[in-house]
C-alpha cells in the first residue's frame, strides 16, 4: 500500500500542475461533481482506500454515507440478486457488470456531500483522481473519453506530449497490489476482483473494518 500511496501522490502533484498550467481549460475544483455521479467498479487496492476513508469519517458523515450506499446497494441486488456478501466482482469490466451499472445509473456517489464536496477526497480511487484531464498514455498515445467540461477544443500537437504519463505503468502496480490484497482476503492471490463503493460502505463493519483492524492491509 505504501508504494500505491506514492503513485497517488505523484499523480495528484502533476495533475496540480496540469491546472496550474492550463486553468482555462479546466473545470475541476471543489463543488464540481460532475464526474460524480454513476456507478462504476473499483480494484481491491482503491477499496482499502475506500474503507479507511471511511473509517476516518466523522459519526454522524458516515451515518448519512451508509445510509445512502444501502439504498445503492438495494438497487445493485435489485439488478444482481446472486450477488453475496460482501459483494466482490469476480470479473470486472464484464457485461454482466456493465447491465449492473447500467441498471443503477445516474446515482450520486455516497461520499458526495451537500456542498458536492467529496467526504473522502484524501482517499479517493484511482479512477476519480484520473478524471478530467485527456488521458495519453506515454507509448499508446489519447484513448478514452474525459470530462466534457475541460479542454474542449481537444488534444493535440505539444498538449499531446505534455499530458503524457505511463498509464501501463500505474495499471500495473494497482493490478499487482489488488492481485495481492485479493490473496490476502480470499486465501490465494487472484486476477479481476473488483468491488462497487457502495459495496463496500454496507459491508464495512462485517468485512473491510474487521481486516482493517487486524492489519491485514
Not at 484531464?133 to 474542449?152: H, I, K, Q, S
Not at 497490489?177 to 463496500?200: E, K, M, T, W, Y
Request: proline content about 6%.
Amino acid at each position: 500500500m505504501r508504494r500505491y500511496y506514492e503513485l497517488l501522490q505523484a499523480l495528484d502533484q502533476w495533475f496540480a500542475s496540469m491546472q496550474a498550467r492550463h486553468p482555462e481549460q479546466m473545470q475541476c475544483r471543489k463543488g464540481c461533481a460532475f464526474c460524480c455521479h454513476g456507478l462504476f467498479d473499483i480494484s481491491m487496492a482503491d477499496a482499502v482506500l475506500v474503507a479507511r476513508g471511511f473509517e476516518a469519517l466523522p459519526a454522524g458523515s458516515r451515518a448519512r454515507v451508509s445510509a445512502r450506499a444501502r439504498t445503492i446497494q438495494r438497487a445493485i441486488q435489485r439488478q444482481a440478486p446472486a450477488l453475496l456478501p460482501p459483494y466482490l466482482l469476480q470479473e470486472p469490466g464484464s457485461d454482466r457488470i456493465d447491465e449492473i451499472v447500467s441498471g443503477v445509473s445516474g446515482t450520486a456517489c455516497p461520499f458526495l456531500g451537500e456542498r458536492n464536496e467529496c467526504l473522502i477526497y484524501a482517499h479517493r480511487p484511482l479512477a476519480c483522481r484520473m478524471e478530467g484531464v485527456p488521458m495519453v498514455d506515454g507509448r499508446e498515445g489519447l484513448f478514452g473519453d474525459w470530462c466534457e467540461l475541460n479542454f474542449t477544443e481537444g488534444v493535440k500537437g505539444a498538449l499531446t506530449d505534455e499530458l503524457a504519463l505511463d498509464y501501463g505503468g500505474m495499471q500495473g502496480t494497482e493490478d499487482a497490489l489488488s492481485r495481492h490484497l485479493a490473496g490476502l482476503i480470499l486465501g490465494s492471490p487472484a486476477d479481476n476482483v473488483a468491488v462497487f463503493i457502495p459495496s463496500v460502505i454496507v459491508e464495512f463493519e462485517g468485512f473491510w473494518k474487521p481486516h482493517l483492524a487486524q492489519g491485514v492491509f
